[in-house]
């Protein structure tokens, strides 16, 4: 079973508006971390958020924020005030301590347009 | 600039070439990965080094055998690879200890088996 799932190959947004990026992650452990990566065109892996699964706050990093719903299990990405090169793939993934502390399994991605 | 780069950029090899890939990271972090990116698949672990130390090898077939010859190299000899192997090949590096783990990557090699 796909242990992180993103059901939206691509999404549009408009410059300047706010936009929510769907992830969905299945574990039976109590403690994992949860990760939102960007990739550019270029290919580089750019490291987002992160979110553990104690923090009983969302996690917020400028004009991205964890919209964190632990008992849906789920880790959706907003990114606020929306600018062109936010264009890019972005990548929910989750670390499992009990299956590999140094392991991150990644989703499908979602392809990001931020339309001028 | 994340402080993690990966020669060469692009690769065009032929089924019974050897090449090899290089990633250097200036972080100071212990443990280096190598993921493959194929198209429309999630990015899939190949291998994990901590100090040095394999820890993790995920079925990976033999003609990729990685090398790390110190904390802050990381090499992937590849030989006699097919054609379904042309994919992103993506370094990283973290802490080995310490929350949250965060994964600083490298821009990817891309890799074409002809």
């Known amino acids: 079973a796909q242990k992180i799932t993103q059901t939206q190959p691509g999404m549009f947004v408009q410059e300047k508006e706010a936009v929510t990026l769907d992830c969905t992650y299945d574990t039976s452990d109590q403690s994992y971390g949860l990760f939102w990566y960007k990739q550019p065109s270029s290919g580089e892996m750019i490291f987002l958020i992160y979110?553990?699964?104690?923090?009983?706050q969302n996690a917020t990093e400028g004009r991205y924020s964890l919209n964190f719903q632990k008992a849906r299990k789920s880790a959706n990405l907003v990114i606020s005030a929306s600018q062109l090169g936010d264009s890019a793939m972005y990548f929910c993934a989750m670390r499992e301590p009990q299956t590999g502390a140094n392991n991150l399994f990644f989703g499908t991605g979602t392809r990001l347009t931020v339309i001028p | 600039e994340t402080g993690v780069t990966q020669t060469p950029r692009h690769l065009v090899m032929g089924m019974t070439n050897k090449k090899s890939l290089k990633c250097e990271q200036h972080l100071g972090h212990n443990a280096m990965y190598w993921y493959k990116q194929s198209a429309k698949k999630p990015l899939e672990l190949m291998f994990v080094y901590n100090f040095k130390e394999q820890t993790e090898n995920n079925s990976v077939p033999s003609r990729f055998s990685p090398e790390c010859p110190n904390s802050s190299h990381l090499f992937l000899h590849l030989h006699t690879l097919q054609p379904e192997d042309s994919a992103l090949y993506l370094c990283?590096?973290?802490?080995?200890?310490?929350?949250?783990?965060?994964?600083?990557f490298g821009p990817g090699t891309r890799l074409t088996v002809t």
């Open positions: 990283a590096s973290s802490q080995e200890r310490g929350s949250p783990y965060e994964q600083y």
């Open positions: 979110q553990g699964s104690y923090d009983e």
